[in-house]
């Protein structure tokens, strides 16, 4: 069966939420115990920094914003330069994460504090990110992409995760999303954001 490339993304996309609903889970249940549960907040982190910020945006910074970029997109300004900048914040939020994970876990009060304020701006970034990227910026390139530009995006996405694959990075990180959100419910679809509404920006600083 040929994968379709932006199925494909908005696929993973459903993962990636739901690995953060879990991860702000477990913020909330830190800030309420005052010490933050170890392993599961480490396996939420290796999943966003392998999977999601790894094979998801290779294909999407590699591949589809290179594609559209050639076909005329700026990469400066517009909905391709909000996609990369939220990109970067989202690694931001994530660093902030790391850097209080151990002294979190430890029951340090202000490494929580900081752990929580970086997942919950995360969170946030995400959420909406994953929204204009499913409702507008993947609609906008498969308007302007021909029927041969599109078999050219499912080849280059073919090759990639073939790529990820032979490294087991994948496979790995889909088996801690699996074990992190067993037995979650699964919550409805955000509303659709206005048309063109693609400017918005959060801290993790």
């Keep these: 069966m040929t994968m379709d490339p932006i199925e494909t993304l908005m696929q993973e996309h459903r993962t990636i939420e739901r690995v ?9 249940a830190a800030t309420g115990r005052g010490t933050l549960e170890r392993q599961p907040a480490a396996d939420a982190l290796e999943f966003i920094r392998h999977f999601a910020d790894g094979c998801h945006h ?11 970029g050639d076909m ?8 391709l330069a909000v996609m990369l900048f939220e990109h970067e914040q989202g690694r931001a939020c994530v660093q902030a994460m790391l850097a209080n994970l151990e002294a979190a876990s430890q029951g340090d009060a202000t490494a929580v504090e900081q752990f929580a304020a970086a997942a919950h701006a995360y969170a946030d970034l995400l959420r909406g990110h994953i929204q204009k ?27 990639q995760d073939a790529q990820d694959r032979a490294t087991g990075q994948p496979q790995k990180c889909l088996a801690l999303a699996e074990e992190l959100t067993a037995g979650m419910a699964t919550c409805a679809g955000a509303e659709t954001p206005a048309d063109g509404c693609l400017m918005c920006s959060h801290s993790c600083q």
Excluded: C, N, W
């Excluded at 953060?20 to 909330?28: N, Q």
């Excluded at 290779?58 to 559209?68: D, N, Q, S, T, V």
């Excluded at 409702?135 to 499912?154: E, G, H, I, N």
């Design 58 to 68: 290779a294909k999407e910074e590699g591949h589809l914003f290179a594609m559209m």
């Design 20 to 28: 953060i609903d879990r991860l702000v889970d477990l913020v909330e």
């Design 133 to 159: 990227e499913d409702q507008v910026l993947y609609p906008m390139a498969v308007r302007a992409m021909s029927a041969a530009d599109y078999q050219a995006l499912t080849t280059r996405f073919q090759a």
């Design 72 to 79: 005329g997109f700026p990469r400066e300004q517009g909905p």
